[in-house]
C-alpha cells in the first residue's frame, strides 16, 4: 500500500525554524516528483515547493523563496522541507504529496500524506 507519512510541524515563534519530514512507505521517490503544499484556515491550499526526483529540479513559491529548502534524504524514500525564518503567516497544516513524473507541474497529485501542523506564534 502507498502511503506518505509527513511529520516534523510543531510551535515555534516568529523567526524560527523547523524542519518538515515526508516518509514514503510502499514506494521509493525514484522517477517520482514530491510537493509540500499547506493549506491555513479559510484560505486556499497553496503549493510551497517542488522537487523532481529525477534531476533534483526544486520549484518555490514566492512566499517560501530564500526561507524554504525542500531536498532529497539519503534513503530514497525521505524527502525534507527545512523552513527558515518563519512568520506568523506561515501557520497552516502542511501536507507532503507525489505523482509518478519527471517534471514538478501544478499541485494535483496522486499520493497525499495527512498533514502536518505547524504554527507559528509572533
Known amino acids: 500500500e502507498v502511503q506518505l507519512q509527513a511529520s516534523g510541524g510543531g510551535l515555534v515563534q516568529a523567526g524560527g525554524s523547523l524542519r518538515l519530514s515526508c516518509a514514503a512507505s510502499?514506494?521509493?521517490?525514484?522517477?517520482?516528483?514530491i510537493g509540500w503544499l499547506r493549506q491555513a484556515p479559510g484560505k486556499e491550499r497553496e503549493g510551497i515547493s517542488c522537487i523532481s526526483s529525477s534531476d533534483g529540479i526544486t520549484h518555490y513559491a514566492d512566499s517560501a523563496k530564500g526561507r524554504f529548502t525542500i531536498s532529497s534524504g539519503n534513503a530514497k524514500n525521505t524527502q525534507y522541507l527545512q523552513m527558515n525564518s518563519l512568520k506568523p503567516e506561515d501557520t497552516a497544516v502542511y501536507y507532503c504529496?507525489?505523482?509518478?513524473?519527471?517534471?514538478?507541474?501544478?499541485?494535483?497529485?496522486?499520493?497525499w500524506g495527512q498533514g502536518t501542523q505547524v504554527t507559528v506564534s509572533s
Open positions: 504529496a507525489a505523482s509518478y513524473g519527471l517534471v514538478c507541474s501544478g499541485d494535483e497529485y496522486d499520493y
Open positions: 510502499g514506494f521509493t521517490f525514484d522517477d517520482y516528483v
